[in-house]
């Protein structure tokens, strides 16, 4: 009897798996998908149900941020490409929103499966609330993770990409709280004469290890 392969859930840091699916927008390959451009994946257990539609609609209420930001939006949940065109019309028609990002056709379970969507606890037939955050090099830098019965904030989607893109950016990390505008860390002295070049600078200092400045 053939063993069954055991997949290992991506994590922060590691490549993002590389896949081919079925979208609401025609076929991809998620690597040609990636490729110059972050990319938010996020995950809804099924089509037509009440929390998913207003997750749906507020990624796509919200769609011109994500691409000001170089972010593409990939939906996907355990429908069939049917159900998911279905679904879009529903929606537009009820409420005039239209989801104009792709909705992966997970039938199979093949990418679900290969990012950890479907944890046996919560459900073995439908995918959690998942959120992979991809840079444009194809590393994984964040991951999310809600569970069926609770909605996602999407403010606070859009506060952590632009979080993880100002990081990049200026080689600067985010204290509690962060929100664009505000002051950011620092990294901390490595030497003796960074330490004595700090105590000489305008940043803000809590102490020689913690310091902030504004970008």
């Not at 011109?64 to 049917?82: A, R």
Request: glycine fraction near 6%; aromatic fraction near 10%; include cysteine.
């Amino acid at each position: 009897m053939e063993e069954e392969k055991v997949v290992t859930m991506p994590r922060i840091g590691d490549q993002a798996p590389d896949f081919k699916a079925n979208t609401t927008y025609g076929p991809i390959q998620f690597s040609e998908f990636n490729k110059g451009s972050w990319v938010v994946m996020f995950s809804h257990p099924a089509d037509f149900t009440p929390v998913c539609t207003t997750e749906m609609s507020g990624f796509a209420i919200r769609h011109n941020e994500f691409k000001e930001l170089n972010t593409k939006l990939l939906g996907l949940s355990i429908d069939s490409i049917h159900a998911h065109v279905a679904w879009v019309n529903n929606v537009k028609k009820n409420t005039g929103v239209l989801f104009d990002f792709p909705i992966i056709a997970d039938i199979d379970m093949k990418v679900s499966k290969l990012y950890g969507m479907l944890q046996p606890n919560e459900s073995e037939t439908a995918a959690v609330r998942a959120v992979f955050f991809v840079d444009p090099k194809g590393k994984i830098r964040l991951i999310m993770y809600y569970p069926l019965n609770v909605g996602r904030n999407m403010d606070e989607i859009i506060r952590v990409l632009k979080a993880l893109q100002t990081s990049d950016k200026h080689g600067v990390a985010m204290p509690l709280n962060w929100i664009p505008g505000d002051k950011v860390i620092v990294p901390p002295p490595k030497t003796v004469q960074d330490m004595e070049e700090r105590e000489k600078s305008d940043y803000e200092m809590v102490d020689f290890y913690l310091a902030k400045k504004s970008l």
